[in-house]
């Protein structure tokens, strides 16, 4: 079973309505990732939780909101979809830096879900 | 300024020879440095991790971090067809909270 799952794979929506794309992880990280990919534009972050207790804003939150509901799932809302939020949205996952036997700097390692691809018209 | 900057592509190259890819970053801070690939529509799977200056290979990969100039790269011998795929490079920045910050991509083609 793949380690980072996302539900749905492929979601098409209109203008106004509510969407909530889901993340679970079976990897026992601490650390949880939203981000949105467009053409040309690469990766960028939404929403990023440190702990089931700790969410941060991205660089790229409005119009988005989650909830971490334990540590393994993580879920990204659009509250009233709009067209310029078609896109790909993975979620990810890393560690906590306090493992102990890991290499330096390898809880940054974030591990990727399969993706949902969201039309909105 | 970007934080971290690609060398633009589309970069083709035969089968059997060298891919090199570059990439830049900003924050002198920066401690952990990634190379994901990413498949047309599929999400960024991670293929290499380099902490230190100085080569790390892993079959056909090798990655090289200079801290000084502030590059890593990464060098795929003997492409194959199957490389053919988005190169994502990621750093850690210490002005970011150490959170990753992701270049653009440099898309590479294998010509058989």
């Known amino acids: 079973d793949a380690d980072v799952t996302q539900t749905p794979r492929n979601r098409i929506t209109k203008t106004g309505k509510r969407i909530m794309l889901e993340c679970s992880q079976t990897k026992g990280h601490d650390r949880m990732y939203w981000y949105r990919q467009d053409p040309g534009l690469g990766l960028r972050l939404i929403y990023y939780s440190f702990d089931v207790k700790d969410i941060n804003k991205g660089e790229i939150s409005d119009g988005y909101s989650v909830s971490r509901q334990a540590q393994a799932k993580f879920s990204l809302s659009l509250e009233s979809a709009i067209p310029n939020q078609t896109a790909l949205y993975f979620c990810a996952t890393s560690d906590r830096p306090l493992s102990s036997g890991r290499a330096v700097g390898s809880y940054n390692e974030q591990f990727f879900g399969p993706g949902t691809r969201l039309t909105v018209l | 300024q970007k934080e971290v900057e690609q060398n633009s592509g589309p970069l083709s190259v035969p089968e059997g020879a060298i891919a090199s890819l570059n990439c830049t970053y900003s924050d002198r801070g920066s401690q952990s440095f990634f190379w994901y690939r990413q498949y047309s529509g599929k999400s960024p799977e991670l293929i290499m991790s380099?902490?230190?200056?100085g080569d790390k290979e892993d079959g056909r990969f090798t990655a090289q971090l200079n801290k000084a100039s502030q590059y890593v790269s990464l060098l795929i011998r003997d492409s194959q067809p199957s490389d053919s795929a988005t190169y994502l490079c990621a750093v850690t920045l210490r002005s970011n909270d150490y959170k990753l910050s992701f270049g653009a991509g440099t898309t590479v083609t294998v010509r058989a």
């Open positions: 380099i902490y230190s200056n």
